[in-house]
């Protein structure tokens, strides 16, 4: 069976980026597979909870939202939301997860994006994955820098671009994608408002469709 990936920095990342487009994928018969690199432990709006009880109620939402969708496997890498780094470390697990799971598609935050023109989608952490996900990308199909077999992704999907190449109509699903994000409760305390600023930011992205999935695709060519 083909295998999609989405890796993102935080719960809700996904619903917010590239959800529609991997249920697309699913629905053509692919595997999705999320990945969700940190706790998600500083995003959290509701009344204070100890911090072990933040992780555990952002994890619950993620695996709802992912139910929504149709994906059949969460995989929570635990890092401290906020202080996530491009290092050996991180790049050695998501090598690892790309060498078992062999997705053809890999979804991640686009990490040409340096415009600093949204304190949240320029996230430190958002950056910081963009980045490591391109060189996991680039390490997984190399025999020698980590262990295992080497695999090649054919594509990936960058989100939160500012330089799209490739824009997907959600326009009959956009109802899906906001009952996915939905499930991050803790996150809006007033979901109608998240609503409206999300019709508005989808409806920018092309005039061909009312509300689209806007990413930077970048095919990885294999010339040696």
Not at 2 to 12: Q, Y
Not at 51 to 74: D, N, P, W
Not at 124 to 135: K, Q, T
């Amino acid at each position: 069976m083909k295998t999609v990936m989405a890796i993102a920095a935080h719960p809700d990342d996904i619903e917010f980026g590239c959800s529609i487009t991997v249920s697309n994928f699913i629905e053509k018969g692919y595997e999705a597979i999320y990945v969700i690199v940190t706790n998600g432990e500083s995003g959290f709006k509701i009344e204070h909870r100890p911090r072990k009880e933040r992780i555990r109620i952002r994890e619950k939402e993620q695996i709802e939202a992912t139910k929504v969708i149709g994906a059949k496997k969460v995989i929570f890498l635990n890092e401290k939301d906020g202080a996530l780094l491009n290092n050996l470390n991180l790049r050695a697990k998501l090598v690892k997860l790309i060498k078992t799971y062999k997705p053809e598609i890999i979804f991640s935050f686009d990490p040409a994006n340096r415009d600093f023109v949204d304190l949240n989608l320029n996230h430190i952490d958002h950056r910081n994955l963009g980045e490591a996900v391109f060189d996991s990308v680039f390490a997984a199909k190399n025999k020698y820098l980590f262990p295992g077999k080497p695999h090649k992704v054919d594509k990936i999907y960058f989100f939160g671009s500012n330089k799209p190449n490739y824009f997907v109509d959600i326009t009959k699903k956009i109802d899906l994608k906001l009952k996915a994000l939905s499930k991050h409760k803790s996150q809006f305390l007033d979901f109608n408002k998240v609503e409206k600023f999300l019709r508005k930011f989808l409806s920018k992205g092309t005039k061909k469709y009312k509300y689209s999935e806007a990413f930077r695709v970048v095919e990885v060519v294999q010339i040696t």
